[in-house]
C-alpha cells in the first residue's frame, strides 16, 4: 500500500537546486506508488507566528487568515513528510522556518512521521548543513513518534540547475521511491 508523501520545498526560487531535488524525490515516490504532492512554500501565503498564544494556549484555530490551515492538515495526513531548504549562512531558508514556527498550532497532532531532509548547498562540504540538520532535527523531536528516514546533501551549487548532474538527484529518486 502507497505512503501519503508530502513534500515541502523551502526554496525562494523555482527550480532551484533544493527545489529540483524536491521534483526527483516527488518522481521516485510517485513511480513506487505513494501519493505524492510537492508544496512550492513561496506560492503560499503564510504569515509569521506573531505569538500571541490564542492557538495554544486556547486551543483554537490560529486567527491569521493565510494558507497554514490547508498545509497544517496535509503535514497531519501525511506519513512521509520531506523539508527541503537551500543553505542560507548556515541557516535554513526563511519560508521554511516561517512554516515550521506556525505548526505550533497543531504540532501535537503530527504524530508518527517518516521524515526526509534536502539540502542544497554552495559549499562542498556536508558539515556545512550542521546548523540546518541540527534545526530539522530540533523540530522533529517535537513531533512524537517521528523518525529521520534519510538525509540528501547537495553541495557545491549555486546557480539554478547545478544540481542537475550531481549524485543528489539520483539519491534524492532513489529515496521518494524507497519511502
Not at 532551484?16 to 524525490?25: A, E, K, P, R, T
Not at 512521509?80 to 498550532?105: E, N
Amino acid at each position: 500500500m502507497g505512503k501519503n508523501v508530502l513534500i515541502l520545498s523551502g526554496s525562494p526560487r523555482r527550480g532551484g537546486n533544493s527545489d529540483m531535488l524536491c521534483d526527483s524525490f516527488l518522481r521516485g515516490a510517485i513511480d513506487a506508488g505513494h501519493t505524492a504532492e510537492k508544496i512550492f512554500i513561496r506560492d503560499k501565503k503564510i504569515n509569521f507566528c506573531n505569538a500571541c498564544g490564542v492557538c495554544y494556549n486556547n486551543r483554537v484555530p490560529c486567527v491569521q487568515n493565510d494558507d497554514m490551515p490547508e498545509i497544517i492538515e496535509k503535514m497531519i495526513a501525511a506519513d512521509v513528510i520531506v523539508m527541503a531548504t537551500p543553505v542560507y549562512f548556515y541557516a535554513m531558508s526563511g519560508q521554511l522556518k516561517t512554516l515550521i514556527d506556525r505548526t505550533i498550532t497543531r504540532f501535537p497532532a503530527m504524530i508518527d512521521k517518516e521524515m526526509y531532509f534536502i539540502i542544497a548547498a554552495h559549499d562542498t562540504r556536508p558539515e556545512s548543513a550542521e546548523r540546518v540538520m541540527e534545526s530539522f532535527r530540533g523540530y522533529m523531536a517535537c513531533l512524537k513518534g517521528s523518525k529521520e528516514m534519510g538525509v540528501i546533501f547537495g553541495g557545491g551549487v549555486w546557480d539554478p540547475g547545478e544540481i542537475a548532474d550531481k549524485p543528489a538527484m539520483g539519491e534524492a529518486y532513489e529515496a521518494g521511491r524507497s519511502a
